[in-house]
């Protein structure tokens, strides 16, 4: 069945710090990608999606990009701040099927 | 407000009893769902209801039950409360099943099972 695999972390970063989060899926259609973030004590909020191959999601200065040569969809941020905190999630979809989610990355950036 | 929430935010109950945990949305999305979110397991779904009287089991059912009588409600019901099922549970609803509408997700109900 479709999966999905991230780095677990926790990931540590200083403030401004350059931030990726891998993902990486195998699935046996065309799904649609997305990443979800978890702010402490919260439920899961959308961050951004992609529905097709080289579709580029991004929302609140995070960026990731739908790679179906090397089945990613890594999730990048040009400099974290302290606010970035939180558990982030790699999820997928197929036509007609429950999403797949990843296991979650905690992401603590420090002052 | 407009939205989906969950009820209690909290609850702490003792072995053997029954609890319910609520769910309400406010969008009329069809799809409605449970998870149960755990150290080193992730988020896996308990049962899912893809209408009103139309219900599913996800990959960790045991335990629990649900209903959905009315497409903006679906509760969700520990008939023998365990300690194994103390959790966080997330309700989520999803307008279709097409897959680029996403799930939006309840705030959560922290279950502890004393």
């Known amino acids: 069945g479709d999966s999905v695999t991230q780095m677990e972390g926790p990931v540590t970063l200083s403030e401004e710090a350059f931030l990726t989060i891998n993902c990486t899926y195998t699935a046996t259609g065309y799904p649609s990608l997305f990443w979800y973030v978890q702010y402490p004590g919260e439920g899961l909020q959308l961050l951004l999606k992609a529905t ?42 197929d036509v007609g099927q429950n999403f797949v989610f990843g296991p979650g990355t905690r992401l603590s950036v420090l002052p | 407000d407009a939205g989906i929430t969950q009820s209690p935010r909290y609850k702490i109950t003792e072995t053997g009893r029954q609890v319910t ?30 209408a009103a009287d139309i219900t599913d089991k996800g990959e960790v059912p045991d335990g629990y039950v649900v209903s959905r009588s009315k497409t903006e409600n679906f509760p969700l019901t520990l008939e023998s409360a365990t300690r194994s099922q103390t959790s966080v549970y997330f309700c989520a609803s999803r307008r279709t099943d097409r897959d680029s509408y996403g799930y939006t997700f309840g705030s959560g109900t922290r279950l502890t099972v004393v």
Request: aromatic fraction near 16%.
């Open chain 2, 21 to 50: 945990l609520m769910c309400h949305q406010t969008w009329s999305h069809s799809y409605m769902f449970w998870y149960r979110q755990d150290l080193g397991h992730g988020l896996r779904l308990i049962y899912y209801s893809a």
């Open chain 1, 52 to 93: 097709k191959a080289d579709d580029k999601g991004s929302n609140k200065g995070f960026e990731a990009t739908y790679r179906k040569e090397t089945t990613s969809f890594h999730l990048e941020k040009g400099s974290v701040q302290v606010s970035d905190s939180a558990v982030y999630f790699c999820a997928l979809s």
